[in-house]
């Protein structure tokens, strides 16, 4: 047998997409043919993801999002689908930290993280789900995390919007099997981006020796697992959490 | 342009997957045209697309047949 891993003809809509994990994504979905609407929160973000697929030959472009308005997402759907056509490959990329000992954590340190990680989920997932139902076909990605499932000190605010989002997909993929939709989370553990170059070296060195591959991972082998979840060659996987952490954590 | 009647029984049968003819004003869509919640659900959305309309959620509960169905759409849209 072949592996299929062709996304051609497939919108794919990813948040979160001008950096780290996210550009990963979107570039190695677009490698694989699918047209990508991926997101930044400003307008200059947005113009570097275009360019960044331009230079790749990947079709599609980037666009502004501010997951946590209700307003910004319904016009980025509208134009993304009257350019586009409407997104039937979604991934919940676009995520926050906002670290704090509980004891210490803010209102607003709790409140935007869930907001952005969680509710976001909820709010995009929503507006891209009646498509793929009439397509009868779609692919729901969750990028969740390693935190979500071993817990953090002082992530107690992001490891409980990553331990809902992997709850969130088992009870959609539970909601929509009937119409051909899988609905999944992939959990990467410590990779090697933006968001984890600002921890401290010897939190840094801690985490590594936790590390059975004994490395980082690079944003290319979150993508690469996306993009099996995405294509047919995954067809038959919902409402499961794969974890991608070098062993780190093995559940 | 169709009737009421017509566009309706029409979406009815794309949405559940069944023949035409089988749609009676008097069937009911879980008992008789064998949709699940989420069928039912779908199916007060492509009504809403194609009449342009809203169907409040306390209202869409009471759409069972289809019968009931034209008489929303009628009172509704009249």
Redesign the interface.
């Given at each position: 047998m072949t592996l299929t891993t062709s996304l051609n003809d497939k919108v794919a809509l990813v948040t979160g997409a001008s950096r780290g994990i996210g550009a990963a994504i979107a570039d190695t979905l677009g490698s694989l043919g699918a047209t990508v609407i991926g997101t930044a929160t400003s307008a200059a973000g947005a113009e570097k993801i275009s360019a960044r697929f331009a230079e790749k030959g990947i079709a599609g472009a980037g666009k502004v999002l501010d997951v946590t308005s209700a307003e910004s997402l319904a016009e980025l759907l509208q134009s993304a689908k009257t350019e586009f056509g409407a997104p039937t490959i979604l991934v919940n990329n676009a995520g926050i930290t906002k670290d704090n000992l509980l004891m210490r954590m803010k209102d607003e340190e709790w409140d935007s993280v869930i907001d952005t990680n969680l509710s976001a989920v909820y709010r995009v997932t929503k507006a891209c789900l009646?498509d793929m139902?009439k397509a009868r076909w779609g692919r729901i990605i969750n990028i969740s995390s390693v935190v979500g499932s071993m817990g953090n000190a002082g992530q107690s605010n992001y490891a409980a919007t990553k331990a809902g989002v992997a709850g969130f997909a088992r009870s959609l993929a539970a909601?929509?099997g009937?119409?051909g939709i899988t609905v999944n989370t992939v959990a990467p553990g410590f990779i090697d981006t933006d968001m984890t170059k600002v921890l401290p070296e010897a939190q840094r060195e801690a985490l590594m020796s936790k590390i059975p591959l004994g490395r980082l991972g690079a944003p290319e082998e979150i993508a690469s697992v996306v993009a099996f979840l995405a294509s047919d060659a995954g067809g038959y996987v919902t409402g499961e959490t794969i974890h991608v952490n070098g062993g780190m954590y093995m559940a | 342009m169709s009737s009421i009647e017509e566009r309706v029984k029409k979406i009815v049968a794309e949405q559940l997957g069944v023949k035409e003819e089988d749609v009676k004003p008097e069937a009911s869509f879980v008992e008789d045209l064998g949709a699940d919640s989420l069928d039912t659900v779908e199916l007060v959305m492509a009504l809403e697309e194609e009449f342009e309309t809203e169907i409040p959620d306390e209202e869409a509960e009471k759409i069972t047949t289809v019968q009931l169905a034209i008489d929303y759409i009628k009172e509704n849209l009249g």
């Amino acid at each position: 047998m072949t592996l299929t891993t062709s996304l051609n003809d497939k919108v794919a809509l990813v948040t979160g997409a001008s950096r780290g994990i996210g550009a990963a994504i979107a570039d190695t979905l677009g490698s694989l043919g699918a047209t990508v609407i991926g997101t930044a929160t400003s307008a200059a973000g947005a113009e570097k993801i275009s360019a960044r697929f331009a230079e790749k030959g990947i079709a599609g472009a980037g666009k502004v999002l501010d997951v946590t308005s209700a307003e910004s997402l319904a016009e980025l759907l509208q134009s993304a689908k009257t350019e586009f056509g409407a997104p039937t490959i979604l991934v919940n990329n676009a995520g926050i930290t906002k670290d704090n000992l509980l004891m210490r954590m803010k209102d607003e340190e709790w409140d935007s993280v869930i907001d952005t990680n969680l509710s976001a989920v909820y709010r995009v997932t929503k507006a891209c789900l009646r498509d793929m139902t009439k397509a009868r076909w779609g692919r729901i990605i969750n990028i969740s995390s390693v935190v979500g499932s071993m817990g953090n000190a002082g992530q107690s605010n992001y490891a409980a919007t990553k331990a809902g989002v992997a709850g969130f997909a088992r009870s959609l993929a539970a909601e929509v099997g009937s119409r051909g939709i899988t609905v999944n989370t992939v959990a990467p553990g410590f990779i090697d981006t933006d968001m984890t170059k600002v921890l401290p070296e010897a939190q840094r060195e801690a985490l590594m020796s936790k590390i059975p591959l004994g490395r980082l991972g690079a944003p290319e082998e979150i993508a690469s697992v996306v993009a099996f979840l995405a294509s047919d060659a995954g067809g038959y996987v919902t409402g499961e959490t794969i974890h991608v952490n070098g062993g780190m954590y093995m559940a | 342009m169709s009737s009421i009647e017509e566009r309706v029984k029409k979406i009815v049968a794309e949405q559940l997957g069944v023949k035409e003819e089988d749609v009676k004003p008097e069937a009911s869509f879980v008992e008789d045209l064998g949709a699940d919640s989420l069928d039912t659900v779908e199916l007060v959305m492509a009504l809403e697309e194609e009449f342009e309309t809203e169907i409040p959620d306390e209202e869409a509960e009471k759409i069972t047949t289809v019968q009931l169905a034209i008489d929303y759409i009628k009172e509704n849209l009249g």
